[in-house]
């Protein structure tokens, strides 16, 4: 069983910045990957970034509309990813939900590659 708490959200104007944090509990994994996504009001939840580890290697992954201005990492000691966001605009507006695989899968930008989620947090970008 793994836990996972997001924080960090809030209210930014448009160009600002933001970090989101997720702290796991639970299991301590030496190999998984662990995702942010995001959810607009009536859209699908959508892959952000994720970051996947083994033992000490770590590779990171991003969605084409994040790239360049967000950045994802990770603090093994915390069991904590973060996400930094910058240059927010009006368009990231959603909820963020954090995820991990616990199970290795083949791949790692789609909902169904994760089995367990934060209760997300808001993002607010005004223009």
């Known amino acids: 069983q793994v836990q996972l708490v997001e924080s960090g959200g809030g209210l930014v104007q448009a160009g600002g910045s933001l970090r989101l944090s997720c702290a796991a509990s639970g299991r301590t994994l030496r190999r998984s990957v662990m995702a942010w996504f995001r959810q607009a009001a009536g859209e699908e939840r959508d892959f952000v970034s994720a970051l996947s580890w083994n033992s000490g290697d770590t590779d990171t992954y991003y969605a084409d509309s994040v790239k360049g201005r967000f950045t994802i990492s990770r603090d093994a000691a915390k069991n904590t990813i973060y996400l930094q966001m910058n240059s927010l605009k009006p368009e990231d507006t959603a909820v963020y939900y954090c995820?991990?695989?616990?199970?290795?899968?083949?791949?790692?930008?789609?909902?169904?590659?994760?089995?367990?989620w934060g209760q997300g947090v808001q993002v607010t970008v005004s223009s």
């Open positions: 995820a991990i695989q616990t199970t290795p899968r083949l791949t790692i930008a789609t909902v169904r590659d994760y089995n367990y």
